[in-house]
């Protein structure tokens, strides 16, 4: 266990600095983003589109409904233990300002080095095939109710602040955040349960 507990595979100041780039063209795609973390597993690829549902670019008509669709496709992949994801063109293709994309990092990174400092190895019952499931459910779940809550101004950021933090749970073996994150999913499953209701009503 002390072994385990030495690294961490990934931290989130690493997790964001590969999702920005230094290229020439002015949007990057889905697809782009996703294949950079494929190696380093499913939670910095749920990441990904949490994230950017999380930041300004999450306000485009479109994308909390793009980004809850790919991260309830990533969490299915998880569930039946597929080695390598697979998306959708009409997703993959899909293109982010980059510009947009890089500075809602670098205005983080302060509150990111902080956070990095609490992170760390433990709790390592998330890595039990029941748990990571768990979450591999509660993330999908969370991706489909992105979808129908884009009707609703900013309330679709709890279900993908939660998967964003259960991502990050998972990236970087931290089983407290995971269940934080998971804890945060209900709240969400909550709050949006009772504003669909109120909106089919």
Do not use: Y
């Amino acid at each position: 266990m002390l072994d385990l507990a030495a690294v961490r595979s990934m931290s989130l100041h690493e997790l964001l600095e590969r999702m920005q780039s230094a290229g020439r063209e002015e949007k990057i795609t889905f697809g782009e983003l996703l294949t950079m973390m494929e190696k380093r597993g499913f939670g910095p690829m749920l990441a990904v589109p949490a994230f950017i549902c999380s930041t300004p670019v999450g306000a485009i008509p479109g994308i909390p409904t793009v980004t809850g669709i790919t991260i309830f496709l990533i969490s299915l992949q998880v569930l039946l233990a597929k080695s390598h994801p697979w998306l959708p063109g009409a997703i993959t293709q899909i293109g982010i300002e980059r510009d947009s994309l890089n500075k809602g990092i670098d205005k983080i990174s302060p509150a990111v080095t902080w956070v990095d400092r609490l992170l760390m190895p433990r709790w390592f019952f998330m890595r039990n095939v029941v748990f990571r499931s768990l979450i591999a459910i509660s993330c999908g779940l969370c991706g489909l109710m992105m979808v129908p809550l884009e009707l609703v101004p900013f309330l679709g950021l709890i279900p993908a602040t939660a998967v964003f933090v259960m991502a990050i749970g998972m990236a970087t073996d931290d089983g407290a955040v995971a269940l934080l994150g998971l804890s945060l999913a209900c709240l969400g499953f909550f709050m949006g349960g009772q504003q669909m209701v109120s909106l089919l009503g």
